[in-house]
């Protein structure tokens, strides 16, 4: 099955960690040494940025986004990645960095604890600021924003979710990342309830479009795009939106380990 010249089909990641990591803390990327890395990765992304496949993608991004009805002014981005070694990494975020471009957003931010000084740096040439702390996913919005999150691990939603438990900001949030309806395949009520409970009450509030497959097939498998229509949110129990407590983190949770 096809559409709009995609073939459509049917990586936990440790961002939520418990420690903070500042920009202090020098790494060394695992297939650059430290002194190149910024020339090499900036020109890695900018190839990759005009690349036909990525710009293709992207443009169809932009179409869903359009459909969705909401104007974007800001763009945050969880758990791209080593961006200087690893190349899914390098296709989702030259595909972010085309979408940047075509819908002009005003404000984007990127946080991922493992990013090194040098890949920072690089990030923020081509217009990504780094939030410079782990908020855990846990951003409250004051204006329409697409959260750019591929692969995340389901307790990285949650947060997400968590932060914005009001009809108004979720109406005006999209979320490009794992499809939510597998976690319902996936996982029972009770692990829901445990690890995601967020999620799994809004789990009639939400509509989701699945994402086609990329040109490496691995690069948006089991993606969606999902955004939380006003009607769809009036039409849940009315009570679920006075339960706002804190999400636990389990600190023997791997996800939660840097």
């Given at each position: 099955?096809?559409?709009?010249?995609?073939?459509?089909?049917?990586?936990?990641?440790?961002?939520?960690?418990?420690?903070?990591?500042?920009?202090?803390?020098?790494?060394?990327?695992?297939?650059?040494?430290?002194?190149?890395?910024?020339?090499?990765?900036y020109k890695r992304l900018a190839t990759l940025k005009s690349d036909e496949n990525?710009?293709?993608?992207?443009?169809?991004?932009?179409?869903?986004?359009?459909?969705?009805?909401?104007?974007?002014?800001?763009?945050?981005?969880?758990?791209?990645?080593?961006v200087s070694s690893d190349l899914t990494a390098q296709y989702q975020l030259s595909?972010?960095?085309?979408?940047?471009?075509?819908?002009?957003?005003?404000?984007?931010?990127?946080?991922?604890?493992?990013?090194?000084?040098d890949e920072i740096d690089v990030l923020e040439k081509f217009g990504l600021q780094?939030?410079?702390?782990?908020?855990?996913?846990?951003?409250?919005?004051?204006?329409?924003?697409?959260?750019?999150?591929?692969?995340?691990?389901?307790?990285?939603?949650?947060?997400?979710?968590?932060?914005?438990?009001?009809?108004?900001?979720?109406?005006?949030?999209?979320?490009?990342?794992?499809?939510?309806?597998?976690?319902?395949?996936?996982?029972?009520?009770?692990?829901?309830?445990?690890?995601?409970?967020?999620?799994?009450?809004?789990?009639?509030?939400?509509?989701?479009?699945?994402?086609?497959?990329?040109?490496?097939?691995?690069?948006?498998?089991?993606?969606?795009?999902?955004?939380?229509?006003?009607?769809?949110?009036?039409?849940?129990?009315?009570?679920?939106?006075?339960?706002?407590?804190?999400?636990?983190?389990?600190?023997?949770?791997?996800?939660?380990?840097?």
């Open positions: 099955m096809e559409e709009n010249g995609f073939k459509l089909v049917t990586k936990g990641h440790p961002l939520c960690a418990k420690r903070q990591v500042t920009r202090s803390t020098k790494h060394t990327p695992l297939f650059c040494s430290e002194n190149i890395v910024d020339d090499n990765l990525c710009l293709k993608y992207s443009e169809y991004l932009k179409s869903l986004i359009d459909d969705s009805g909401i104007d974007i002014k800001k763009v945050v981005c969880y758990g791209i990645g080593r595909v972010l960095l085309c979408l940047m471009e075509i819908i002009k957003v005003k404000q984007a931010l990127i946080y991922d604890p493992i990013l090194t000084d780094n939030i410079g702390y782990n908020e855990r996913c846990r951003h409250s919005i004051d204006v329409s924003t697409l959260f750019y999150m591929p692969h995340c691990s389901v307790s990285m939603y949650n947060n997400l979710l968590y932060a914005n438990w009001k009809t108004q900001q979720l109406n005006q949030m999209l979320i490009i990342g794992n499809k939510f309806s597998s976690y319902f395949i996936r996982m029972t009520d009770k692990q829901l309830f445990q690890k995601s409970y967020y999620l799994l009450k809004i789990k009639d509030g939400f509509v989701e479009t699945q994402l086609p497959l990329f040109i490496i097939p691995n690069i948006f498998n089991d993606t969606a795009l999902h955004i939380f229509p006003m009607d769809k949110l009036q039409l849940l129990d009315s009570s679920i939106w006075k339960e706002h407590e804190e999400p636990f983190i389990d600190p023997n949770d791997e996800e939660f380990k840097i």
